[in-house]
């Protein structure tokens, strides 16, 4: 099992920046992959970033050239940083661990931390 847990969401203006953390905990030396997602009302959880455990990252279209997701060494934490926020952008935004060892694949998620962009 893993458990994540995020923090760093708020209100913030349109054009500022958020930094949003994510912990993780337990079995983390699975853990391959690690991403943020997020979900506006009535739209789909969509992909934001995603981070290997090699350090290799990809960003949705939509945040392209204002996020980057970075993560530690040891799996156990994950951080997204925003900038030129617009309103668009207000959603839950959920911490995902995919865990990988041998043919034992899962997905944890966190609880979400909510982001509201004021215009």
């Known amino acids: 099992q893993v458990q994540l847990v995020e923090s760093g969401g708020g209100l913030v203006q349109a054009g500022g920046s958020l930094s949003l953390s994510c912990q993780a905990s337990?079995?983390?030396?699975?853990?391959?992959?690690m991403a943020w997602y997020r979900q506006a009302p009535g739209k789909q959880r969509e992909l934001v970033a995603s981070?290997?455990?090699?350090?290799?990252?990809t960003y949705a279209d939509s945040v392209k050239g204002r996020a980057a997701i970075s993560r530690t060494n040891t799996n156990n934490a994950v951080y997204l940083r925003m900038n030129s926020l617009k309103p668009e952008d207000t959603a839950v935004y959920y911490c995902?661990?995919?865990?990988?060892?041998?043919?034992?694949?899962?997905?944890?998620w966190g609880q979400g931390t909510q982001v509201t962009v004021s215009s």
């Open positions: 995902n661990a995919h865990w990988s060892i041998l043919l034992t694949e899962r997905d944890y």
């Open positions: 981070i290997s455990d090699g350090g290799s990252a």
């Open positions: 337990g079995s983390i030396f699975g853990i391959k992959v």
